[in-house]
């Protein structure tokens, strides 16, 4: 039983780790590519149309994310425009052959609620203050920058009743058991959906062979 | 080596946000020794963005995009804050909530073996480091809720097995469990529980409350 809790539940990583990275570098995704290069733009020229470009297609997804995590209009209104300001600032951050304009919203946009409206910090990793030891640092470089876009894919074609778990997951800020009283199942059913969804999500990844 | 990781679900709660604060220093704390739970944490980003992707567009207030507009020349460009470096290994998420190295905590006794430094609490949540000499036994105890463990220096065993540096374990309410801390150098862990704990000798019981566990 705790055996059970305790193991890891992504033991398919390991084999990944040793495939040569050339294998899994698929083509990315076009619409991947046009916004990376949007960013790249604003990073390197300031460019104002290309930022704006970016605001139309994210501002109006980050204001909807933040609506379902419980925000009242106004404060999703004013944390959406602050999120994509916080992208002006960090676009010189920005790695596009590791990461997606999306993904990195998505964690600029979870950490503003929660410092707004949880008033709590969230603790982070500090990417360049690993222990030693902690494994080699090329396994960092095996995140895909079109991981996103085959997650996207790969959730169209799950089943609606894993898709709420995972959004719900995801979204609501609240615990599974919360989740399955909301929606009227068992609490091992939210968890069952939950897992079947999630291993099929890794398989679009590629981590199972 | 890591032998013992955070589950799938507590993994989840930290990418989504959802997890609380003295819950993300663990799985945080955890992540700074263990390159295969970075890179759990990072495809668990990913899926986040391709949700946020899927999601259907918010209108937008009218005069949004002038306004950021117009906000862009009076913000600076971020610049990452300058690294105080741990002369001690001390992980790096650790090192605000200690204010500086593991070797400035200031520990307060719990006996002749064992010592505590509270970190922050909230609600019925609490974070704390632990030290105990080698050999030193936290006797056997349960839990009012969950207790969630990352070994920082030296190792434990319990009933479960052994753990070392960056191990984490949840004990889930109701578990009960006696930790001894392994021979060598003295064993420091951070230690969150979510409730009080349960001593299972009279003696703890009375003593639990007096050092606020």
């Known amino acids: ?209 | 080596m890591i032998h013992h990781h955070p589950s799938e679900d507590l993994l989840l709660a930290y990418a989504a946000g959802a997890a609380d604060e003295a819950i993300s220093l663990i799985v945080a704390t955890h992540m700074t020794y263990c390159a295969i739970c970075r890179l759990r944490g990072k495809k668990l980003d990913s899926l986040g963005g391709a949700l946020l992707q899927e999601l259907p567009p918010a209108a937008l207030d009218a005069g949004a995009l002038d306004n950021v507009l117009a906000r862009l020349d009076s913000v600076t460009p971020y610049e990452r804050p300058k690294r105080a470096v741990s002369r001690d290994g001390t992980p790096a998420p650790l090192r605000a909530y200690i204010g500086g190295d593991l070797s400035t905590v200031r520990w307060r006794k719990m006996g002749p073996r064992l010592a505590y430094a509270p970190l922050f609490k909230r609600g019925n949540v609490t974070a704390r480091l632990l030290k105990g000499v080698p050999g030193a036994d936290s006797g056997a105890h349960s839990h009012h809720g969950s207790e969630f463990t990352v070994v920082l220096q030296g190792g434990y065993t319990d009933v479960t097995g052994g753990y070392g540096p960056g191990d984490l374990q949840m004990m889930e309410d109701g578990m009960s469990h006696n930790v001894v801390a392994d021979p060598g150098e003295d064993c420091i862990n951070l230690a969150v529980t979510t409730g009080p704990l349960k001593f299972e000798s009279l003696l703890q019981r009375i003593a639990a409350p007096l050092f606020g566990f």
Do not use: C
């Open chain 1, 1 to 209: 039983m705790l055996a059970h809790a305790l193991r890891p539940s992504f033991p398919v990583l390991r084999p990944a780790f040793r495939r040569p990275a050339v294998l899994l570098r698929l083509p990315m995704k076009p619409e991947v590519l046009e916004m990376n290069a949007l960013l790249g733009r604003v990073a390197a020229e300031r460019d104002r149309t290309a930022f704006a470009a970016l605001f139309s297609h994210f501002a109006p997804r980050v204001k909807a994310y933040l609506l379902r995590q419980g925000a009242p209009a106004s404060l999703a209104e004013d944390l959406a425009q602050e999120a994509l300001l916080n992208l002006w600032r960090k676009a010189h951050l920005f790695d596009p052959a590791k990461a997606s304009v999306g993904t990195w919203l998505f964690t600029i946009a979870r950490n503003l609620r929660i410092d707004a409206i949880r008033r709590e910090k969230r603790p982070e990793l500090d990417p360049e203050d690993f222990m030693p030891d902690s494994g080699p640092a090329a396994d960092e470089g095996l995140v895909q920058a079109d991981d996103e876009a085959r997650l996207r894919l790969a959730l169209k074609d799950l089943p609606a009743d894993q898709i709420q778990v995972v959004e719900l997951s995801f979204f609501a800020d609240k615990p599974h058991s919360q989740i399955a009283t909301e929606l009227g199942i068992p609490l091992g059913t939210v968890k069952s959906r939950l897992r079947l969804a999630m291993s099929r999500l890794k398989r679009a990844l590629g981590d199972a062979e």
